[in-house]
């Protein structure tokens, strides 16, 4: 209690914490301090940037050269003109015609005397000259398209090289002396499936063995493929109905217009009007419109004419004959024409409701038919404006 008497208000101060404090107030105050200093050093300082120098752009300026720059350039091919050469018999000499007679004379030895006959100038005869005229050769093809067969037919042979897809010459004095070769193929679409796989495998080989013509099978064409136009003979069949796109009916159409030949078959010909039959009828309606008119082609015409002879389109598969107990034929349907579609007057589309692609495939008892496939395929390659004959007249004219 004593102790506590002198104690005075100063000593409840601690020195220490005050100590503390100030210098903690100090060091805060002096931290700020050096960061706004030193925040107003960098705004208050503008930076420099080092811009890359550009680059150094030389120009050149060359002399202009002497020489032109090669060009190809089109030269038209004359055309040849085929004249008989005229020429004019020349006038006979007028000469004095003098023999001797030769005859012993009287002392053994052979004399001679001479004579002469006046010619008919010297008697006054009038000397006639024949009266010769110019003529021109007339023949049924220009002479510029006319080949001759024994020097075009070796280069048939080497043009076999995958760029074209026929090539047929044939003699017009004999219908069989015909060579060349040919790829048939089978068109194929978005939704169309073709049928009969072993039809044309059977006609390619009747065609080898019984004409001139070197015949293989291509693979299928598709109906929108650029390499359509490059065949000049394809193959339509449908195994069921199916519809072509925008871009096949247009590829199609081309085709048909720039010399294409379609053979179209129907494999079921004992149905009325079957759903493949109208699918293709369809697809060819829709590629030519307007122009797309089946006519029935008369049983005259070249077609059954060009390589073997016809009377009319043979029977096919339409004609089924099946043998009763009484020995009764029944005929289902009998079709007596082929119908075709002409544009320009070159048959380019025929349509067939006989199902010849079936008695191809079964290899026995179809050589009529084999036949019939035969004069389509020969006239499709030299029928005029075909594909076949544009191209030997392309490649006669670059010769």
Known sequence: MREDRFKGPADVIELKKLYRRKYIYMGLAIAVAFHIGLGAYFFSTRRKKRVAKPPVVELIVRKPRMTKPFEFKKRRVPKRVMMRKVVSAKPMLIKTITKKIVSP???????????????????????????????????SKEPEKRISMEEELLDLEALDTGKYRGLVIQDPRNKKNIKGFVYLARLRGNTLY?????????????????????????????LDSKELFRCPFVYLTAREPFEATRKEVENLREYLKSGGFVFVDNVYPKEEYSPSEASLRKLIRDALGREARFEMIPNDHPLYHCFYDFDGPPVGAEVEAEVYMGGRLEVVKL?????????????????????????????????VQLRMGMNLVVYALTQEGSIAQKQIEFYTARR
């Open 105 to 139: 004379d009287l002392f053994g030895t052979v004399a001679t005397f001479g004579y002469h006959v006046e010619s008919g100038a010297e008697m006054g005869f009038e000397v006639v000259q024949p009266e010769v005229r110019p003529a021109s050769i007339a023949t």
């Open 194 to 222: 073709p049928a009969v796989p072993g039809a044309l495998p059977q006609l390619v080989r009747f065609i080898n063995e019984n004409s001139g013509i070197r015949a293989k099978v291509a693979e299928d064409v598709y």
């Open 335 to 367: 079709v007596r024409h082929l119908e075709g579609i002409f544009l320009d007057g070159r048959l380019a589309v025929v349509f067939s409701d006989k199902g010849y692609g079936i008695k191809w495939e079964r290899g026995i008892d179809n050589e």
